[in-house]
């Protein structure tokens, strides 16, 4: 059987036993802000266990992408040196909902492995969770397995966690005993071949879960109302023994990946040996980068896109030891694409962008390797010249922030040069570095304190929206909080948060910000400062009561700030232009990256490699204006999610969407999942004009720009601007320009001019200073006040007497922008008997201020501008007294 056809045997199987099929969720498990990719088959299911969704069927079956690369479940580390860990892997999995449980799993893994692909039942163990009688009895009495081969293993081993939180449940695993010559371990002597034992013989094929508990922030265990099935097979290991291969990369999943590898590096490949690790991890590392650029991640500096450019790099890495040395992986991507787009059509969507995305990054980090391994080995020889055997913490956070060059490539380069590594120091350096910081993926902490925002609502019914179709409402007080605590009454003066049964203020998400307005009540009135809302759909009014008071109860009128929220509407309908317009100009790959929508400007991020050029957002601005002025309808349409996205609706990635969805509708320019509010007509903007473009991250840019009014009033303001300039200037707005050049021109002669008079007032300022040179003691003594003169002139003129005296002191001083400065010069003849820059400093004392420097040139700085006279006046004592 080849890879399709098994994966095709196995959703049949479980088909006829009444399970639905359903598609591989994306690598970005969505709206699942706990995890960084989808690690298992059960992600997109986890609001199903948890009782949040109903099940499209009791049974599913499915093939879903993972990847374990980080968090809880992270196989990284194995990769390329076993034959059966991976970055990217493939899950085959069977659902049960609240329907069978645990005898059902076990009979029907059972039935599929040793009936139908009829694999050795000698050669296969079960294993279950310590305390799991139930699943023991299930194996020993309704299987026909040796009952030697059922192992019991502590939590460790069989109890199943999704993350730091999430369904959760004790397991039961098929391990498969491939003989004894897979075990290249056995003659190691702590090595004991088994089960769990580390042991290349016996793997793990299929897990099945019980799921019953969902683990919260906390770490408690709580009961789930129903118990639910999630197993998960590992698809690349199962292939490779019904195979009957050595390894996951002989089979054909990988083999037309190995077979490039080896025609592009020249070297065959076999088992042992790092060049086969090399391969195998380059193999794995190309999938896991190809099907995270396709399900739309980017490379960059944080969350997921650090993930991918981590992987991207690892492999060129890996090139590198092959003697690659000219861009490799973007050819591997297209083999890649064709060996697995038949069982995942993604792929195919805009193969050449993947491919493109990957050869740019990695020309971009094989720049960026030539520039580290510089500055690496330059820091080797230095710490093998001082003899010290670690490298600092300090000079590796340098090489990874300063020249991004991968922290686990200078450890193995270290490792390679036997030089030590101060791991705690630079995780340190790091911490202080996340610390400034704000990761982009927000993770365990968010989830703390969504739980906690969660638990203080949770009585509290979801607010009714009725803002999309009204600006103001009847609605009563349900709920008001000081500080988090519930109280009943709010005087004037407080600030509080406050609850409405149904309201019109929309509260942010989505990148657009919340609405302002007024409640009003027969006993008081308040402002609504800001709206936000909870994942759970409570609206919060943050509010300041200013007349009388608020009360539990109360029936307000709840009115929202219109002229604001039509300012808002204008700015988030041109997001939508902007993004359709983008893809229209630039090309598809442009997605939404992020957005801020504000009453005052827009600002959308979206994913393209370069700069924009300034004629292209010339194109782009003109364009958007176009289908404003086009006045076309804006609709926007409820719809099943299904059907959004059939229609080709764009949606964000990481976003939960719920079954029932909203759309925007621009026909025949836009098409978009969104909650925001937008403008009735395309009209109704107004104008729009780009006020910046910018990168925030590799491969990220931002535009941000302004619509309707403040388009308006920035057209004003620039008018004006031109009018002040042309009257300033005496001239009329049409001869700006000319003007303007010709005071240019002017400007750059008469520096020109400058330049000659002040060469001559130098030499006329010399020549007089020489002639009133005194002598104290066959010392010649230069004091001169200049005018006019800055530091620079005035070391220049001590250079100058100082080549015609030999025997010379020299103090000069000028006034500039309405403060003394001075210089002293001590001749080399007169030192140690005298210091410029003591003498400066005396000097300067009187003057209001002080200085110093070295003994033959110091120069300082004073206050008393009119006092110059009088003082220099009094060097010539100062030096007698020196001199005696
Ligand atoms: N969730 C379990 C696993 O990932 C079974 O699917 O191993």
């Not at 040793?114 to 310590?130: D, G, M, N, R």
């Not at 006019?788 to 500039?816: F, G, P």
């Amino acid at each position: 059987m080849n890879q399709f056809e098994i994966r095709q045997h196995f959703i049949d199987f479980f088909k006829e036993k009444h399970h639905l099929f359903v598609p591989s969720d994306s690598l970005i498990p969505r709206g699942d802000k706990t995890l960084l990719f989808t690690n298992a088959g059960m992600n997109q299911f986890k609001d199903i266990f948890l009782n949040q969704r109903k099940p499209p069927s009791p049974r599913i079956v499915n093939s879903q992408k993972c990847m374990r690369v980080s968090g809880k479940h992270n196989d990284l580390e194995d990769v390329g040196r076993d034959t059966y860990h991976h970055t990217f892997f493939e899950m085959l999995g069977n659902w049960s909902f609240g329907d069978y449980y645990k005898k059902e799993a076990i009979l029907f893994a059972w039935e599929l492995m040793t009936a139908i692909w009829q694999l050795p039942k000698e050669k296969l163990w079960a294993t279950y969770y310590k305390d799991d009688e139930e699943a023991r009895q299930i194996w020993a009495d309704e299987t026909d397995i040796n009952q030697k081969q059922i192992l019991p293993f502590d939590e460790k081993d069989n109890f199943w966690e999704m993350g730091e939180t999430g369904p959760c449940g004790p397991c039961s695993e098929i391990h498969i005993d491939l003989g004894s010559d897979f075990c290249h371990l056995r003659n190691e002597p702590d090595h004991h071949c088994g089960v769990n034992m580390n042991c290349p013989r016996f793997i793990e094929l299929w897990n099945l879960v019980f799921i019953q508990y969902n683990k919260d922030g906390q770490g408690t265990l709580s009961p789930l109302p129903y118990k639910h099935i999630d197993t998960g097979m590992g698809f690349e290991r199962l292939v490779a023994v019904l195979q009957g291969k050595k390894s996951n990369y002989d089979t054909d999943i990988f083999r037309p990946l190995i077979s490039h590898i080896e025609e592009m590096s020249n070297t065959p490949y076999g088992q042992e040996g790092q060049h086969n690790v090399s391969m195998r991890v380059i193999a794995d590392h190309i999938r896991a980068v190809t099907f995270l650029i396709s399900d739309g991640i980017f490379p960059s500096n944080e969350g997921r896109g650090y993930v991918l450019r981590r992987i991207l790099r690892r492999a060129v890495r890996h090139g590198k030891l092959l003697e690659l040395t000219e861009p490799f992986l973007y050819q591997l991507a297209s083999t890649c694409i064709d060996t697995m787009a038949a069982a995942y059509p993604e792929l195919k969507e805009d193969p050449n962008n993947t491919i493109l995305i990957i050869k740019k990054e990695e020309e971009r980090f094989r720049q960026t390797l030539h520039r580290g391994l510089f500055i690496l080995e330059g820091m080797i020889e230095k710490n093998k010249q001082a003899q010290k055997s670690v490298l600092s913490g300090q000079d590796m956070f340098l090489l990874y922030d300063t020249y991004g060059f991968p922290s686990d490539l200078t450890k193995e380069l270290l490792e390679e040069h036997n030089i030590g590594l101060d791991e705690s120091g630079f995780q340190e350096a790091m911490a202080l570095q996340k610390a400034k910081g704000r990761s982009s993926w927000e993770g365990t902490e968010r989830l703390k304190q969504e739980e906690e925002l969660a638990r203080t609502y949770q009585d509290i019914a979801p607010t009714v929206f009725v803002g999309y179709q009204q600006v103001s409402d009847n609605s009563n007080v349900i709920a008001l909080f000081l500080e988090g605590q519930p109280i009943d009454e709010a005087p004037s003066g407080m600030t509080v948060e406050c609850l409405l049964d149904k309201t019109p203020f929309y509260g942010e998400a989505g990148g657009q910000v919340g609405d302002i307005g007024l409640l009003t009540s027969a006993t008081g009135s308040s402002q609504v400062l800001n709206t936000t809302r909870t994942p759970q759909g409570h609206f919060i009014h943050h509010i300041k009561v200013e007349q009388g008071t608020l009360s539990l109860g109360d029936t307000v009128t709840a009115k929202i700030d219109t002229q604001r929220r039509d300012d808002i509407r204008r700015n988030h309908t041109s997001t939508h232009l902007l993004h359709a317009v983008l893809r229209e100009i630039l090309g598809d790959h442009v997605r939404q990256a992020g957005s801020l929508v504000s009453p005052d400007h827009f600002r959308f991020d979206f994913t393209h490699f370069e700069r924009i050029s300034q004629s292209d957002l010339v194109l782009i601005e003109r364009e958007i204006n176009r289908l404003i002025l086009a006045n076309i309808d804006v609709h926007s349409e409820t719809t099943s999610f299904d059907t959004a996205v059939q229609e080709g609706a764009m949606a964000l990635f990481d976003e939960k969407y719920a079954s029932e969805v909203r759309m925007i509708r621009i026909p025949g320019i836009s098409l978009e999942l969104c909650g925001g509010t937008h403008v009735h007509k395309t009209g109704d903007i107004g104008l729009l004009k780009i006020r910046h473009e910018g990168g925030i991250a590799a491969g990220i840019r931002r535009i941000e720009a302004i619509t309707g009014k403040k388009a308006h009033s920035w057209i004003v303001h620039l008018d004006q601007e031109v009018h002040e300039i042309a009257s300033l200037l005496k001239t009329s707005e049409d001869r700006l320009k000319q003007k303007i050049s010709c005071v240019l021109i002017q400007n750059k002669e008469l520096e020109k001019e400058i330049v000659i008079l002040r060469n001559s007032i130098m030499k006329n300022e010399l020549r007089r200073m020489m002639d009133e040179t005194v002598e104290i003691n066959g010392i010649k003594v230069v004091i001169n006040h200049l005018h006019h003169m800055d530091t620079n002139d005035l070391r220049s003129l001590c250079d100058q007497v100082k080549q015609k005296i030999e025997r010379a002191i020299i103090i000069l001083a000028s006034e500039r922008a309405g403060k003394v400065i001075m210089v002293a010069a001590v001749t080399a003849a007169l030192i140690p008997a005298f210091h410029a820059g003591k003498l400066v400093n005396q000097i300067a004392r009187m003057l209001g201020g002080g200085g110093g420097g070295r003994a033959d040139f110091a120069q300082a700085g004073g206050k008393f501008v009119d006092k110059i006279d009088e003082v220099l006046a009094e060097v010539p004592d100062l030096i007698t007294q020196l001199v005696k």
